[in-house]
């Protein structure tokens, strides 16, 4: 790789979370890293540690020891410089606020601008543009989350199972629809998922994570090319990497 | 903390913009919520006052026993300034005193919700205040404060603090933590973060407080008049009891629950305005 500034470089990264008596090792000397406009995945079980990851590469929790480095520099400093755009496994969309006026909330905060109206329309909800979150369904307020995140311009994504919560056929669309995105913008991108189909479809790159203490098992280049295409799952080429994916898991049936 | 279960039962109405026609429908139909809402209550109110009154006149009661509903209407109708001028000095002290309580109790739930050793110290005197018998403080006030219009204002203040410090502390620290999350991943200033969430994210918890303080308000000032027995309705009922006027007596009341009524659906009616993106707007 051609990389000169890893978008995200972690090393030996570990937490524990304290809470009374007892303590919890949710992660356990994690390395991982992200290039400059790469689209990498990160599998794992439930509970292995994958937002406590993410949480800890957008400087939102400071963990117990181990670096995190984002685009070169501290993750605390990234935030401040506004280089980073977070998708949350809930969406948190404010109930108060329509869905420009919840885009635009990353730009009253940061001061950038954007044109809104175009930000809507690439993620395809610009009819919904007056409406507020309770009024639209899941996929729509995915999509809402997609464009609040995106609206200042962040350099690295990080998306927390964004799809976690949609029906299959809202996934496929959202995939596509973010690739194109992806493809358009280049920016790097940390994406966490349950589906193993998923990751292999989006990513450059699958990092597997295995259960409590949360370790890396495993690293899976995707050379699959690109565009990517749903036609793609048919291939014995993506049937050899998901098997590979599910030898990491340790062959749990998902 | 009965202050803050209320918030879980507010009420449901349907908010304007919302596509509600086909929810509100339903199996009742316009006439069943016209039968529910104005005409049952006001047919039930009608049948009951004229049973009272035949039957105070049937029995020969005596009207300082049980004055028919007739003898109440004459004595409102008789003296309708002696009313309105008590009522306007009960009025100012209940929502004077709600409005220092309001605000000043709202002032201190942001310094404790944004620091929980500032919480820590400061609950316990909240705490003894609002278990304190607030007649027992009255006699004090009036040494300190005289007899005018400030210590009914500050009775009625002490009333309603409570509920509204323990709401809003709530309700400021109730924000959703994924939204937190997202404005802390932009470096948002706590400002920012105090302007658009906390702060909307109270509001429901605010007015849940209201619904408790306004009906409490009104009891602190006719309270604090009847102790000093100086003005307001709390006078006015202690004299119509001295004068065994027991019409008067009963206009007070009416008087009284027409003022919490009226006062309750105001905050009801500013609810429903403001907080049209909540759940509670939303007949569920
Ligand atoms: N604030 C916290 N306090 C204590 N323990 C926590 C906290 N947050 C997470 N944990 C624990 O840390 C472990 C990892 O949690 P984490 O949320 O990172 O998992 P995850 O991989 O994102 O799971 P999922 O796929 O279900 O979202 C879990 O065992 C969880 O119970
Ligand atoms: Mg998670």
Known sequence: ?254 | MPDATDVVDLPGLPAEQEAAPARRGGATGALGRWLGLGFAPGLAAVVLLAAWEVWVRARDVQEYLLPPPSAVAQALADEPMRYIDASRLSLTAAMGGLLIASAGAFALAVVMAHSRPLERALYPPALMLKVTPIVAIYPLFTIWFGFGIWPKMLIAALITFFPMLVNAVIGLRSVDPQAYDFMRSLDASRWQVFWRLRLPSSLPYVFAALRISVPLSLIGAVVAEFLSGTSGMGQLILIANGDFDTPALFGAVVVLAALGVTLTGAVSYLERRVLTWHESSRGV
Not at chain 1, 52 to 65: D, E, F, I, N, Y
Not at chain 1, 82 to 95: A, E, K
Not at chain 1, 146 to 174: N, V
Not at chain 1, 214 to 231: H, K, Y
Request: glycine share 10%; net charge neutral.
């Open chain 1, 1 to 254: 790789m051609t990389v000169t500034t890893a978008a995200v470089e972690v090393r030996g990264l570990t937490h524990r979370y304290d809470s009374g008596r007892e303590t919890l090792l949710a992660l356990d000397g994690v390395n991982l890293d992200v290039g400059e406009g790469e689209f990498v995945s990160l599998v794992g079980p439930s509970g292995c540690g994958k937002t406590t990851l993410l949480r800890a590469v957008a400087g939102l929790l400071q963990p117990s020891t181990g670096s995190v480095g984002v685009l070169g520099t501290t993750p605390d400093d990234a935030r401040a410089r506004r280089v980073l755009g977070l998708v949350t496994q809930d969406p948190g969309l404010l109930p108060w606020r329509s869905v420009v006026a919840n885009v635009r909330l990353p730009l009253e905060v940061t001061g950038a601008s954007a044109d809104v109206d175009a930000l809507l329309r690439r993620v395809g909800i610009e009819r919904f543009a007056g409406y507020y979150p309770r009024q639209l369904s899941g996929g729509m307020r995915q999509r809402v989350a997609l464009a609040r995140a995106l609206a200042h311009g962040p350099r690295l994504l990080l998306m927390d199972e964004p799809f976690g919560a949609l029906d299959e056929l809202s996934r496929e669309a959202m995939r596509v629809e973010l690739l194109r995105l992806w493809e358009r913008e280049r920016i790097s991108v940390l994406f966490v998922t349950h589906s193993i189909r998923e990751a292999v479809l989006l990513s450059d790159r699958v990092v597997v994570m295995s259960g409590t203490p949360g370790r890396v098992v495993d690293e899976v280049p995707v050379d699959l090319g690109r565009p990517r295409t749903p036609a793609l799952e048919e291939t014995a080429a993506f049937a050899a990497l998901v098997s590979r994916v599910r030898a990491g898991l340790g062959g749990q049936p998902w």
